[in-house]
């Protein structure tokens, strides 16, 4: 295992970049923005390139500092066009991050298609639903800024997304692996660094996190402004909810819909619910009528997901008739429910898929 003793600028907010550039650097206060868009604009990964910077400091940088990103340790290029990486981060931990197509590639290769990336905030979860591949792992720690950020640079560079006036990557959701609002302060830096005007200028309405809703957190979450919310429901009650989502389930589903009633919206947002459709679990008629209840308080959204099949869970996706008919049950409701295709199956593409796909491959070699 590499680890190094140098600061890694990745995971430097703007103002710690700052101070970093004045206290250990010794230099003027101004480097720092040409760091910074090195760093986040140009995608620099070492120091040599930063001819706007003199020798003397270049050198120093390099003694003290780094650009570090995560290596990719495998790839994998869905039929439908979802790539799915497995990272490998310094202390070699691996996490995932999914780029799914927004639409299909008209020829191979297409870098006119535009894609949503799907990024992770922990590696491993501690929350422990019952469905989800990631909380089967386990906890191990939360990422750093530079860590999630690095997702996307990693992704960006793969795909030659390198004209920020045509990105390629326009969306980016926080729904990989992990509880985002558990890795708050990380999370809330990455989105504060992803929408820096003189760096990747993302706006935050092309970010959305989504939590299984945790009560510390959510409201400093929506009073920022930085993204918006989805939240995992899964289940229109608590009883049920306490099955799938044992632990998130602690904050009682009353509680929770009562926090997201007051949740701060701008105009025209609206709250997304997740809802991961199981096979004779979740989707029968008196949970129409319980979401039905539930969407009629709230400006929401839902989104049902077919279940991904994941191994070692007792629960099955839905027949495409069974999820229509639950969709339309939902309409009849005036519920606004969308299906959102399971994308990238072929190559174990729902959360913590991969990775516990290549934990079992170790395991068994
Ligand atoms: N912890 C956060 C974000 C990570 S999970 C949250 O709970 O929202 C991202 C989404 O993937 C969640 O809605 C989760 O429930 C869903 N998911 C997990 N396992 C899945 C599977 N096997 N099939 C489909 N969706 C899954």
Known sequence: MLTSSKVNLCDLPYPALERFVVEELGAKKFRAMQLWQWIWAKNATGFDVMTDISQSDREKLADLAEIRWPSIADVRVSSDGTTKFLLELADGQLVE??????????????????????????????????????????????????EILGQIQVARAHVHDTQPERPIIRNIVYMGMGEPLLNLKNVMDSLRTLEHPRGLAFSPRRITVSTCGIEAGMREFGDSGLAFL?????????????????????????????????YPLKTRERITLEYLVIAGVNDQPEHVRQLARICARLKAKLNLIPYNPTPGTPYQAPTPEE???????????????????SKGQDIEAACGQLRAAHDAAKAGA
């Open 323 to 341: 999820l229509l008919r639950f969709e339309k049950a939902l309409w009849a409701k005036d519920i606004t429910a969308i299906v959102r295709k």
């Open 230 to 262: 989805a939240v995992s429901l899964h289940a229109p009650n608590q009883e049920l909810r306490e099955k799938l989502m044992p632990r998130a389930a602690h904050w009682h589903l009353d509680d929770l819909v009562a926090a997201l009633e007051q």
């Open 97 to 146: 991050t999914v780029l799914i197509p927004s639409e299909a590639p008209k020829r191979p290769n297409d870098l006119s298609v535009r894609m949503t990336q799907c990024v992770s905030t922990q590696v491993g979860c501690a929350m422990a639903c019952s469905f989800c591949s990631t909380g089967k792992l386990g906890f191990s720690r939360n990422m750093t800024m530079g």
